[in-house]
């Protein structure tokens, strides 16, 4: 199977990769004091609008990892268990 992303995130990632890897997944990121905000939007049937904001907030030395998992449950990267 292809996967749209061919590199896991890593410390050494750059800004424009990690900004790569947000569009990819359709997020928004804002870089504060610290960290990066993320937001997105989830389908949630019975709202009002039928999608609800979701954000997240992680430090800096978190970012990869945690876009790695998200990039990963979204089919845009293999699972660590699937790369040679």
């Keep these: ?12 990632s750059s800004l424009a ?34 999608q609800l904001y979701e954000q997240h907030f992680t430090l800096d030395e978190n970012v990869p990892e945690w876009l790695n998992l998200q990039l990963e449950g979204a089919g845009l990267l293999a699972p660590k268990d699937l790369e040679p």
């Design 1 to 12: 199977m292809k996967y749209p992303i061919k590199y896991r995130l890593t410390q050494k």
């Design 17 to 50: 990769t990690i900004a790569k890897a947000v569009r990819a997944l359709g997020y928004d990121m804002r870089i504060e004091k610290g960290g990066f905000n993320f937001g997105w939007f989830k389908d949630a049937p019975g709202s009002l609008t039928g």
